[in-house]
């Protein structure tokens, strides 16, 4: 029902910055938030970043004040600007909608993308 495709990962030395995008596809008007969690190897996925469909931001304590989630309505894309960034933010990084079904019951849903690889070398 939504679809999401992430880009814009890479390697990156410490400090140095990136610019992730999610694009969402298919019936976008149920979204009601845009995630992004990510994962590194052997450890719990996080969740990073959100944005709501009115707005409304937050973020881990781990990133704050180094990434700003933002949005482009007319291009279906949530943003994940990352600055400042450090060895420790390598992981997977992962775009997630949460939805609901207006169309059959109102029935909460989740997307996810494919992930997109985040190294940052020290």
């Known amino acids: 029902q939504v679809q999401l495709v992430e880009s814009g990962g890479g390697l990156v030395q410490a400090g140095g910055s990136l610019r992730l995008s999610c694009v969402a596809s298919?019936?976008?008007?149920?979204?009601?938030?845009i995630n992004w969690y990510r994962q590194a190897p052997g450890k719990q996925r996080e969740l990073v970043a959100t944005i709501t469909s009115g707005g409304s931001t937050n973020y881990a304590d781990s990133v704050k004040g180094r990434f700003t989630i933002s949005r482009d309505n007319a291009k279906n894309t949530v943003y994940l600007q990352m600055n400042s960034l450090k060895p420790e933010d390598t992981a997977v990084y992962h775009c997630?909608?949460?939805?609901?079904?207006?169309?059959?019951?109102?029935?909460?849903?989740?997307?996810w993308g494919q992930g997109t690889q985040v190294t940052v070398s020290s």
């Open positions: 997630n909608a949460a939805a609901t079904d207006v169309v059959l019951g109102y029935r909460p849903f989740e997307s």
């Open positions: 298919g019936n976008i008007f149920m979204i009601n938030a």
